[in-house]
Nanobody
Framework: QVQLLEYGGGSVEAGGSLTLSCVAS???????MAWFRQAPGKGREGVAI????????YYIDSTRGRFTISQNSTRNTVYLQMNSLKPDDTAVYYC???????????????????WGQGTQVTVSS
């Protein structure tokens, strides 16, 4: 049974930092691991993605330079280090794996079949 378990959400003030973790079990990640987020009343948007073969990573414009995605050596855990957090970063964050048929800087939530349960990140001003 595939399970993606996320950790590390919470509440911080603007300018603060949080690190999210997502551990995959019951499944071997082969292509990519990604983070998405969904704010109240908005659609789910991709935040960052990392390709397991070479560690290449991509970010959306609003998180580039502030967020860093990484993977562990066994490629079953993905992290999202979030610095300089802003109130606009408030959302439920989800990890997902192996839904990246296009590669590069394009990825779409509709292509991912395995998802974590989500973890809340709240940034206060």
């Amino acid at each position: 049974q595939v399970q993606l378990l996320e950790y590390g959400g919470g509440s911080v003030e603007a300018g603060g930092s949080l690190t999210l973790s997502c551990v995959a079990s019951g499944y071997t990640v082969t292509d990519c691991m990604a983070w998405f987020r969904q704010a109240p009343g908005k659609g789910r948007e991709g935040v960052a993605i990392i390709y397991t073969s070479d560690g290449s990573d991509y970010y959306i414009d609003s998180t580039r330079g502030r967020f860093t995605i990484s993977q562990n050596s066994t490629r079953n855990t993905v992290y999202l280090q979030m610095n300089s957090l802003k109130p606009d970063d408030t959302a439920v964050y989800y990890c997902a794996v192996d839904g990246c048929p296009y590669g590069g800087s394009y990825w779409n939530a509709a292509d991912f079949h395995y998802w974590g349960q989500g973890t809340q990140v709240t940034v206060s001003s």
